[in-house]
């Protein structure tokens, strides 16, 4: 008997097989391809860290062999915004021409999504030696300058983070309410709820770090 090609019954059996077929090798593809992708992720981690102790422009064999050198204990490296929320703090201890540096990853929201940052301070655990910022939508230009302008995130460096209270202090202004320069940095121009993102990610994540660099003073 021949093959009714054109019934609905062999159309909707042929569809069905087809969305298996892709989907099956979608998944194998998936699979195959998420080790490397897991290397890549953490690979691009440590160069956002790297970054953040003022070491940019590395290939990837010499960010991971710097990172070896620099980074004394990453214990909790793979804790991620999730673990944050949920209290799970993550403080890389590191060590830089001789000199010992705390890096604090935070997190936040932007104007169109989520947002975050590695920042290093010094060993007073009190003033910001280098600060990196990332963000997953902002705006070319203007909110994604957080990540794209190194000049506005050396602005970070010196500016103190607790105040004599031990209050988080450090944060993002505009330009025309900078009132205390030891511990604010004004925004990105043309970009204020991304750097009122920003500044509320700061403020957050110093206030759950407080007791955890206190003990490292």
């Known amino acids: 008997m021949k093959l009714n090609t054109n019934a609905n019954g062999y159309i909707i059996i042929y569809s069905c097989l087809m ?7 979608l998944a194998y593809v998936s699979s195959s391809l998420k080790p490397l992708q897991d290397v890549n992720v953490a690979l691009d981690k440590k160069k956002q860290v790297l970054a953040a102790l003022n070491i940019r422009d590395l290939s990837d064999s010499e960010s991971e062999a710097k990172y070896a050198e620099v980074v004394k204990k990453d214990e ?20 830089v021409k001789g000199e010992k540096k705390y890096v604090v990853p935070v997190y936040g929201m932007g104007l169109w999504g989520p947002i975050w940052g590695f920042v290093a301070v010094n060993d007073d655990c009190n003033t910001i030696y280098g ?50 320069p030891q511990s604010e ?9 991304t750097s009122n993102g920003v500044s509320d990610m700061l403020l957050d994540g110093f206030a759950k770090y407080k007791e955890l660099l206190n003990n490292k003073k």
């Open 76 to 95: 909790a490296f793979a804790l991620n915004s999730s673990d944050y929320k949920a209290g799970k703090l993550a403080l890389y201890e590191c060590e």
């Open 131 to 180: 600060a990196y910022f990332n963000h997953e939508s902002e705006t070319a230009g203007l909110g994604a300058e957080i990540k794209d302008s190194k000049a506005w995130q050396d602005k970070f460096i010196g500016k103190t983070i607790y105040g004599p209270d031990g209050t988080p202090v450090l944060k993002v202004v505009k330009s025309s309410e900078l009132k205390n």
């Open 185 to 193: 940095v004004d925004g990105v121009t043309g970009a204020t709820l």
């Open 19 to 25: 969305v298996v077929i892709v989907a099956f090798l």
